[in-house]
Antibody, heavy 126, light 113 residues
Framework: QVQLVQSGAEVKKPGSSLTVSCKAS????????FSWVRQAPGQGLEWMGMISPISGTTTYAQKFQGRLTITADESTTTTYMYLSSLRSEDTAVYFC???????????????????WGQGTLVTVSS | DIVMTQSPDSLAVSLGERATINCKSSQSVFSSSHNKNYLAWYQQKPGQPPKLLIYWASTRESGVPDRFSGSGSGTDFTLTISSLQAEDVAVYYCQQYYNTPLAFGPGTKVEIK
């Protein structure tokens, strides 16, 4: 079965950078797009960006342009989320998520996220 | 960017009664080429990641109880829980995946009355 296991909780200083990993097992890694979604304390879900491992193509929400980098390593079936210039407002739980369907399912550009990691709590505080 | 809204923000329903959540997108999420609405519903319980319940606006994910149903097209959608159970207490989010940035609604909290 599909499983996404994320790296552990982090405490960061303002201005520093963050890397969160997400190791996928089950299914063919390169056949599915991966998204990163965050959730600030007591708030809703915010889509940050996504990567298509087979092509390396990334798409980022405008809000995170210039600060966010998402990568994927097919050899280790791991996707990474790198966020720089951290501020207190970046305090949140960060989730990785895999698409429900493979990219070739029906030629749609995008799909819902059917599998989620457990979440990584990131606290940004001086 | 497509903006998603939901109503109500929260609702309290008696056990066994119907719960209805509405979701609206700022532009149509229907694809005529695929004849599908690019709209999903998720359930999130405290301390857990979201769980996909429904996609293509009305297709129930495998293993999801049939008391959950989705309907609507274009810009207006509804999630219905036909007979609320205690384990359905959660926050429910709609999401459009018609284009990027993918976007979630603000969520609707469902509680027991």
């Amino acid at each position: 079965q599909v499983q996404l296991v994320q790296s552990g909780a982090e405490v960061k200083k303002p201005g520093s950078s963050l890397t969160v990993s997400c190791k996928a097992s089950g299914g063919t890694f390169s056949s599915y797009d991966f998204s990163w979604v965050r959730q600030a304390p007591g708030q809703g879900l915010e889509w940050m960006g996504m990567i298509s491992p087979i092509s390396g193509t990334t798409t980022y929400a405008q809000k995170f342009q210039g600060r966010l980098t998402i990568t994927a390593d097919e050899s280790t079936t791991t996707t990474y989320m790198y966020l720089s210039s951290l501020r207190s407002e970046d305090t949140a739980v960060y989730f990785c998520a895999r698409d429900q369907f493979a990219y070739y399912y029906d030629s749609s550009d995008y799909y819902p996220q059917g599998f989620w990691g457990q979440g990584t709590l990131v606290t940004v505080s001086s | 960017d497509i903006v998603m809204t939901q109503s109500p923000d929260s609702l309290a329903v008696s056990l066994g009664e119907r719960a209805t959540i509405n979701c609206k997108s700022s532009q149509s999420v229907f694809s005529s080429s695929h004849n599908k609405n690019y709209l999903a519903w998720y359930q999130q319980k405290p301390g857990q990641p979201p769980k996909l319940l429904i996609y293509w606006a009305s297709t129930r994910e495998s293993g999801v109880p049939d008391r959950f149903s989705g309907s609507g097209s274009g810009t207006d959608f509804t999630l219905t829980i036909s007979s609320l159970q205690a384990e359905d207490v959660a926050v429910y989010y709609c999401q459009q995946y018609y284009n990027t940035p993918l976007a979630f609604g603000p969520g609707t909290k469902v509680e027991i009355k």
